[in-house]
Structures are given as structure tokens and as C-alpha cells.
């Protein structure tokens, strides 16, 4: 195999997919798909637990002149204690209150009796805006529960710790970086994509659409391998996805330093050497998803089947992420074998801080390298086939 030929084919191919500017705007914009919506859904947390936090708590109270005491202590705990609608259910399901609190007619009755006074809190857990609200208004009633419950003991003589059969502590090892982990699971289902959509194009054209065009065949008379073809294709599909890759995964690391994660209770350090490790991790990966994308593509009947192959390839390796943001995994060795299904659970460990054994990175990326190699070969063999790639 000339490496000159190939060097020929491959600027070739570069260069004519370079004069299709829609086709690399696609290719090059739509892996910023990711870092902008991880942008914005933090943006938009942030907003709301600023807000949560800055923003007095109104809650309307239906009976409050049967518990005075209850009102005058959520008042004195931050709470804005306003008149309840008419039909308290009718304003929460409408949206207009986020809670309302009911005293029924015989909480004083009960309160003197020394029994469990009944209140009524009326909520809808399916709003997800109003969820700051109902907590602190959850918080406030078993504040007062308590607190009215130790005045009990005590007028009776009893120490009120008597009343508590465990002393629970509770140790909490999550750290910043892993509680970011649950907002970052979806990460690598967008390496994966970005891996896929910037070589798809690229995949497609330079197979399907040159046979469409009629200028495969002429290529394919010049005196180059048919090997030297195929690996310039896949090298040229592979360039486009590396650029989509290193584009991803830079947005990822600039969203951190833009906005203030700390004040969420958690933080993002997508440290430099951790984005390097990630883009090395998933270069196997890249190469086995341009000779793949390259093999089906070939024989795809033209351009649009090429495109509806590829579109519906693309989301098989990318449902791990799916199942890992859902279904806790622990890691396995065996799972390094599947490709894309072990470099996606090693990078949202990288991202929880963890350690990440060197063995099965390597592993991973040896794995995806072997698959890629027989890809590539099979990729190689479809191009000396003229059944293959003409129908002859």
C-alpha cells in the first residue's frame, strides 16, 4: 500500500466535502447541541434556586384563626401567611397558589386534648416550579410538630430525647463532583452523537452520493488500491468526527467556568487533563464509527437510504446512555468489550472525580481499536468487491 496515494485520495475527499458548507455546518454545529444545553439547564436551575431562596415564601392559610399560635410561628419563621382562595383545590390544579394550608374545625380541639391536631396541606407534585415552596413549607410544620410535641413532654416531666429511640446521623460521601454527576449523565450520549454526526455527512458523500454523482467509478479506475480508497474515506469521515469530538468536548469545558455552579451545591472541575483523557478514550471509538459509517453506506442504494441507514446507526450506541442515566451499573470488566458501552461509563466516572483504573481504559480503547481494524478491513473488501459497490 502507497501511503502517497492514499495521502491523494484523502485530501480529495477533504477537499470536496470542505466545499459543501451546509454539510460541514451541520457537521461542525450540531455537536454544539450539548455544551448549550447543558448551559441552559443549569442557567435555568440556578435561576430557580436563587429565586427559591431570595423570595418569601406566601403561603395562604384557609382557618387561620383556629391556629393561632401554628400562624404566629410560620410568620416569625420567614413565612408570608396571606387569606386562602375560596376553593383552595381549584387554585392549586389551576396553578394559581403553589400550596395552600388548611385548618380544619377541630385542630383547637384536638391541640388541647394533647392528640395530633390535623392540618391540610394541598399541593400538586407534578409542578415542578412549585417544589421549592411545598419543602419549605414541609419544613416549617414539622419544625412547629416538634417543637410543640417537646413543650408536651416537658409540662408532663418528661425529657423530651425520650421520645427519640435512635440518634440518626446520617454520612453523607457524595461530593461536589459527584452530585454534578447527575446533571452531566447525559454527556457521553452527546461524545457519542457528536462522534457520529461529524463523520455521517462526510460517510455518505464520499460513498452513496459519489455513486449517485457518478464519480466513484472514475476514481476507482485511476491506479490506486482499492485499499488505498477505502482507508482514505474512512480517514476523511474520521477527521470530521474528530473535529466534532474536540468541538464537544471543549464546549463541555468552557460551560463550567461560565456559570456559577457553587451556589447549587455542587461543582464542575472538567480540568484540562480530564477533557485530554476523554478525547483519548473515545478515539478508538471515533475510528470504529467512520469505517462503520463508511461500511454501510457503501452499500446503501443511494443517498437518501445511505442517510436513513446512518440516522437510525447513530442511536444504537448511544441508548448505554439512556439505560446508564436511568439503571445504576456497577463497573464490570467484562463491559469494557461493548464498545461505546464502556467508554460512556468511564467517562461519567472521570466526571464524578473518581478513579478510573488504567487497565480498563485500556481495555476500552483496545477493544474499540480491534473492532475498528475489522471494520476497516471489511470496509477495505467491499471496495475490491465491484458486486458491492456497483450491483454488477
Not at 41 to 63: C, D, I, K
Not at 111 to 125: K, N, Q, S, T, Y
Not at 192 to 206: E, K, L, R
Amino acid at each position: 500500500m502507497r501511503l502517497d496515494l492514499l495521502g491523494v485520495v484523502f485530501r480529495k475527499e477533504v477537499a470536496d466535502n470542505l466545499r459543501d458548507r451546509r454539510a460541514v455546518a451541520m457537521a461542525l454545529l450540531f455537536p454544539l447541541l450539548g455544551p448549550v444545553l447543558l448551559a441552559v439547564t443549569f442557567s435555568v436551575v440556578a435561576r430557580q434556586a436563587r429565586s427559591a431562596e431570595e423570595r418569601p415564601l406566601t403561603l395562604p392559610v384557609a382557618g387561620a384563626d383556629r391556629a393561632p399560635h401554628l400562624v404566629q410561628f410560620l410568620r416569625g419563621a420567614g413565612a408570608d401567611v396571606v387569606a386562602a382562595p375560596p376553593d383552595p383545590e381549584a387554585a392549586v390544579r389551576a396553578g394559581d397558589r403553589d400550596l395552600v394550608l388548611v385548618v380544619p374545625p377541630e385542630f383547637g380541639a384536638r391541640l388541647r386534648e394533647g392528640r395530633p391536631a390535623p392540618v391540610r396541606l394541598v399541593i400538586d407534585e407534578s409542578r415542578q416550579s412549585a417544589r421549592a415552596a411545598v419543602e419549605r413549607a414541609r419544613a416549617m410544620l414539622s419544625a412547629w410538630s416538634r417543637q410543640t410535641g417537646a413543650l408536651r413532654l416537658m409540662a408532663r416531666g418528661v425529657n423530651p430525647a425520650a421520645a427519640e429511640a435512635l440518634a440518626l446521623e446520617t454520612v453523607d460521601l457524595s461530593t461536589p463532583e459527584s452530585r454534578a454527576g447527575l446533571l452531566l449523565s447525559m454527556l457521553p450520549y452527546f461524545l457519542v452523537v457528536a462522534v457520529f454526526v461529524g463523520g455521517m455527512y462526510v460517510a455518505i458523500d464520499t460513498t452513496a452520493g459519489e455513486r449517485e454523482r457518478q464519480t466513484l467509478e472514475p476514481l476507482l479506475l485511476h491506479p490506486v488500491p482499492r485499499e488505498s480508497v477505502a482507508l482514505a474515506k474512512v480517514a476523511a469521515t474520521a477527521l470530521f468526527a474528530t473535529l466534532a469530538l474536540a468541538e464537544t468536548i471543549v464546549g463541555f469545558g468552557l460551560v463550567p467556568a461560565a456559570l456559577p455552579l457553587e451556589r447549587l451545591g455542587f461543582s464542575i472541575r472538567l480540568d484540562p487533563a480530564m477533557l485530554l483523557r476523554t478525547f483519548v478514550l473515545f478515539l478508538p471509538l471515533l475510528l470504529l464509527a467512520s469505517a462503520l459509517q463508511v461500511l454501510v453506506a457503501v452499500r446503501a442504494r443511494g443517498f437518501k437510504a445511505a442517510q436513513a441507514s446512518l440516522s437510525f446507526l447513530m442511536l444504537v450506541p448511544a441508548l448505554p446512555s439512556a439505560v446508564l442515566a436511568l439503571v445504576p451499573f456497577k463497573l464490570r470488566t467484562w463491559m469494557m468489550l461493548i464498545p461505546s458501552f464502556g467508554e460512556q461509563q468511564l467517562v461519567l466516572r472521570l466526571v464524578r472525580g473518581e478513579q478510573v483504573a488504567p487497565g480498563l481504559q485500556a481495555l476500552s480503547m483496545g477493544s474499540s481499536a480491534l473492532y475498528a481494524l475489522l471494520l476497516v478491513a471489511g470496509a477495505a473488501r467491499l471496495f475490491r468487491s465491484e458486486r458491492s459497490m456497483f450491483g454488477k
